[in-house]
């Protein structure tokens, strides 16, 4: 493994165009913070709405039915991230845009932060976030969640003051949770869907970890990167549906391991490289 991402590595780092470190994470990343996935047997769906499949209840049409529902869950799952800390995963890409630096590039299905909340700041966040919100009626743009507004128990009530300052002040609507659900389409507005995709298209290497890739962006950001002639290296403990895509590809590795042995390997990789050319 350490031989053939050297040989990547150092092929893109020579690079002079398309030669961007670009890292595709998913839930994978943050289940060593304590942070369930979301489909396993224990996921944060199961435990979360235990009484509806996740693609009735994660979507827009039952937050307009069910919001209040909706937001106790929602804030269920903001005292679960807030009691999260970041792993060594997320620290040890945090070590890596800092070396690579505007040619680091990190795309996240994580709506928790904690790539934030390590370092990470080259961060687009293709689902959205728990930090903002925005008016289910479509009124002007994304704002931060009030302070006010605080994590809560999966059978907390929202009190009256929350649901104050959870309605939007132009409409009288609801505002919701800056997030993408199930019955919506990703945008640039929301999701960076325009901006993550360039980004795929200038880069060396694509690395997934975290992520078996379920939803469409995600596969879309790696078959742009195909198309431009990137390496795709698939992090993942089982095969997903990236290995499908890239299995008869020349420019791939695949490699089965834990994502944390895989990034200290890539940054000792890229900080001896580093040392050679100074």
Not at 149 to 175: A, F, Q, S
């Amino acid at each position: 493994m350490k031989q053939q991402l050297e040989e990547i590595i150092h092929q893109v780092y020579r690079k002079e165009k398309r030669n961007l470190f670009t890292f595709l994470t998913g839930a994978g990343i943050s289940s060593d913070s304590g942070i369930p996935t979301y489909r396993g047997i224990d996921g944060i769906w199961v435990k979360g709405t235990q009484f509806h499949k996740p693609e009735e209840f994660g979507t827009l049409r039952y937050f307009r039915q069910h919001p209040e529902e909706v937001w106790q869950y929602a804030l269920f799952r903001k005292k679960m991230f807030e009691n999260a800390a970041p792993n060594e995963s997320h620290f040890e890409l945090a070590e890596i845009e800092g070396m690579l630096k505007d040619r680091f590039h990190l795309v996240t299905q994580n709506i928790d932060n904690l790539h934030r909340r390590a370092g990470s700041t080259r961060l687009y966040e293709i689902h959205g976030n728990n930090r903002e919100i925005k008016c289910s009626n479509g009124c002007k743009g994304i704002i931060g969640l009030p302070e006010e507004v605080k994590g809560k128990n999966i059978d907390e009530d929202l009190t009256e003051r929350e649901i104050e300052l959870l309605t939007c002040p132009d409409c009288g609507h609801w505002m919701r949770p800056n997030i993408l659900w199930f019955d919506e389409y990703y945008d640039e507005k929301t999701n960076k869907k325009f901006s993550a995709l360039k980004v795929a298209k200038n880069s060396g290497v694509l690395f997934i970890a975290g992520t078996s890739g379920a939803t469409n962006l995600p596969l879309a950001i790696a078959e742009t990167a195909l198309k431009y002639g990137a390496y795709i290296v698939d992090i993942n403990t089982e095969d997903n549906h990236f290995t499908e895509l890239i299995k008869n590809k020349k420019n791939k590795l695949i490699i089965r391991e834990r994502s944390t042995e895989v990034f200290v390997v890539i940054k000792e990789i890229i900080k001896n490289l580093n040392k050679d050319l100074m």
